[in-house]
């Protein structure tokens, strides 16, 4: 008999339940089990780390400038200073797309391609999230209202205030200052990131680029609480920024427009050194530029037409241009001829108004040599050489004394070296020897090379701060003060035991030489021929005692049996003028070197515009109730 089939066993299926229900609660309790954990972890385990991250959506650190160091003139007047301006900002991580946000802010405000390579290199160096970018600046009263109006619309654009670096005297101090420019991709690689968050702006030339860490100052930050969209709800805590150094210079604006007003249109550079200190009194180079618009970058047009002018307003002709230094070199080669021997005080020559070395037939000939071999200055002595310029005596002394010597004995005086504490931009010129020829040309030193060299020809290259440096040193009988900027700034130049070929030289020759300096300026009403070359042009009516001396470089040789025709010749081709000095003799307060580009004869051009400085500084400028009062020789000319 067949079993009954079973339909239905409640207590397998009950079995089976059972099971499922175990595992299943078993996998849920594993599951918990594993959420406790993973929570335990987060809590216990990782709770600095997320606690971190948390407060980092939450909290952000938002950088502020520091304030520039204010830069001042001798005087107290203002050369650099900060100015308050609204600047157009976007943080990036608050807008969707940087591309249609700019599309739609062309329609607010009138934007050009230059804010697009801003927002690039802008992005390259940002240190961190929320760091907004600044696309304009000097937004005006308009702009400003027509982007609130718009600002709904524009999501992660803000407009902010800040300062804004600003020169009061423009181009006058453009080349002595020197300027603040925005950071490039170049000065990224060279900066440290941090201490540069929250600004646009580096120290680029001259004393902004040299005191750059100075006048810096040091960043600061605010804690702010932000909201879910990025906007500050409000501000947590404040580390105030450190306010950048403030640094005086010896630097005199009224000196300086002086210098401005004596040069006029014309181009080149003036130098004023204070003999006692080696302070910059007045740096000067014309044409200059007005550095404000460098803050806010400015348009390729404006930039292309200050690169490409033929006058190169960019370029500092004051420190970086390198000329012939002609005449103005004779003092010092005088003085190392009374010093070595190979000369006396009272020894003269006969100036047939040439001189030829044995065996050549080439002429070297005076200044007022004429063709029908004429001109001379008869029997000289070294005073005299200096009152009348005589070529023939520095050549024949040149010659007489080689390049050896010469070259070793006028490197003291700052040729051929950069002597400034704080112009690292100044070039050092070139003062040529045996070895320099050699090595650089691959050829041999010759006589003739000598010889020119005497008159500061040839291959020998001084710029005007060398030379106003080189005067100073003259005026103070062989102390050597490096050129300084800034008042109080450096004290240790780390000159001592340097210049000991100068200490060595006796007072008489000094004398000798800035005799014949003085008579340059002061030796008039005399016959013909025997008149200082400067006396008809700065000494008729001069109140102070002034010692100096001319000097023309030429620029393009002129052939054997020639005169030199100013007329006949282009005027960027002309000779250049020069004319160093400085006064009293006896207590020296300035010493100024003037070089006018093409300016022709040195007395006649060059040489009212040192006397121009002079007189502004010593009648005008020193007794002033702000600035130390008129030496006792300075009282003693009045």
Not at 29 to 49: E, K, N, S, T, W
Not at 68 to 82: K, P, Q, T, V
Not at 422 to 432: Q, V, Y
Request: with cysteine.
């Amino acid at each position: 008999m067949a079993e009954p089939s079973i339909l239905k066993d409640h207590q397998s299926e009950a079995q089976i339940y059972i099971e499922r229900v175990s595992i299943g609660a078993l996998v849920v309790v594993v599951l918990f089990g594993l959420l406790l954990a993973r929570v335990g972890y987060l809590q216990f385990v990782r709770y600095d780390a997320f606690v971190t991250r948390s407060d980092e959506n939450r909290m952000q650190l938002v950088a502020n400038a520091p304030s520039r160091g204010l830069i001042f003139d001798s005087e107290g007047s203002i050369l650099a200073e900060n100015l308050p301006a609204r600047q157009l900002v976007m943080i990036p991580e608050q807008v969707l797309s940087v591309d249609d946000s700019l599309n739609a802010l062309k329609k607010v405000l009138a934007i050009d391609s230059s804010i697009e390579e801003r927002i690039r290199n802008a992005l390259k160096r940002r240190t961190k999230r929320f760091e907004a970018v600044t696309l304009m600046y000097n937004l005006t009263d308009e702009e400003v209202a027509r982007f609130e109006a718009n600002r709904m619309w524009l999501p992660g654009f803000a407009v902010r205030a800040e300062l804004l670096r600003h020169y009061p005297e423009g181009a006058l101090t453009a080349h002595a200052v020197g300027s603040v420019r925005m950071i490039n991709s170049e000065d990224q690689r060279l900066i440290d990131p941090s201490a540069y968050v929250g600004t646009n702006h580096i120290g680029k030339l001259g004393v902004e680029r040299f005191y750059e860490d100075a006048l810096l100052g040091g960043v600061g930050f605010d804690q702010v609480e932000v909201n879910a969209k990025g906007r500050v709800m409000k501000v947590v805590n404040r580390q105030a920024p450190r306010r950048g150094d403030d640094l005086t210079l010896h630097l005199n604006t009224r000196l300086q427009k002086a210098a401005d007003q004596a040069m006029g249109d014309r181009r080149g550079a003036v130098v004023a050194i204070e003999p006692a200190s080696g302070g910059v009194l007045a740096l000067l180079s014309k044409p200059s530029y007005d550095p404000n618009p460098f803050m806010t970058g400015l348009t390729h047009e404006a930039f292309e037409a200050l690169t490409g002018s033929i006058d190169v307003p960019l370029f500092n002709r004051a420190l970086q241009g390198q000329y012939e230094p002609g005449s103005t070199l004779k003092p010092f080669i005088g003085l190392v001829g009374l010093v070595s021997g190979h000369i006396t005080t009272d020894g003269v020559i006969d100036d047939p108004g040439w001189f030829r070395l044995d065996g050549e037939t080439r002429l070297y000939r005076d200044w007022n040599w004429t063709k029908s071999d004429s001109g001379g200055h008869g029997h000289v002595h070294i005073q005299k050489a200096l009152y009348r310029s005589c070529n023939v005596y520095f050549y024949d002394l040149a010659h007489r004394m080689g390049i050896d010597l010469l070259s070793s004995q006028l490197r003291p005086f700052g040729f051929g070296q950069n002597l400034s504490v704080d112009l690292p931009e100044a070039k050092r010129g070139l003062l040529p020897d045996r070895e320099w020829k050699q090595t650089s040309r691959g050829e041999t030193w010759r006589l003739g090379d000598t010889v020119n060299l005497g008159i500061g020809q040839g291959d020998m290259l001084v710029t005007p701060l060398q030379m106003a440096q080189a005067v100073s040193t003259l005026a103070n009988r062989g102390k050597v003060r490096p050129a300084i900027m800034v008042r109080d700034r450096v004290r240790n130049h780390g000159l001592s035991g340097q210049f000991d070929e100068l200490n060595r030289i006796p007072d008489w020759a000094w004398e000798t030489i800035i005799g014949g300096m003085k008579k340059v300026v002061h030796r008039g009403n005399q016959r013909f021929g025997e008149n200082g070359t400067a006396w008809a042009y700065i000494g008729r009516d001069i109140p102070y005692t002034m010692a100096g001396k001319s000097g023309t470089a030429q620029v393009v040789g002129i052939s054997q049996g020639e005169v030199y025709d100013e007329d006949l010749i282009d005027e960027r081709l002309r000779k250049h003028a020069w004319f160093i000095a400085f006064a009293p003799v006896d207590d020296p307060l300035i010493a100024v070197a003037v070089l006018l580009e093409n300016g022709g004869g040195g007395s006649e051009n060059a040489a009212p515009v040192a006397r121009a400085i002079i007189d502004a500084y010593l009648m005008d400028i020193v007794p002033s109730p702000r600035a130390p009062g008129p030496s006792s020789a300075l009282q003693a000319a009045r």
